[in-house]
């Protein structure tokens, strides 16, 4: 098939350090994709979820 699909099981924070490391080494790969805020309250509701995952997406989208 064309397209495969990946699950990726790290914490928020894991991910937001690496976006950093990125950031900070290799700015052009990271530019102008935001990764997505914290959340201390709600963090699982459905609309977060869908959100955090779509700007996580257009991350890795970015990074290929």
Not at 4 to 27: A, F, G, Q
Not at 43 to 50: A, E, N, W, Y
């Amino acid at each position: 098939s064309r397209f495969s699909t990946w699950m990726v099981l790290k914490r928020y924070s894991e991910l937001h350090t690496l976006y950093e490391d990125l950031k900070r080494n290799v700015p052009d790969a990271a530019a102008g994709v935001d990764f997505p805020p914290k959340r201390i309250f709600g963090s699982l509701d459905d609309g977060v979820v869908k959100e955090r995952r779509q700007r996580l997406e257009a991350l890795r989208s970015a990074l290929n």
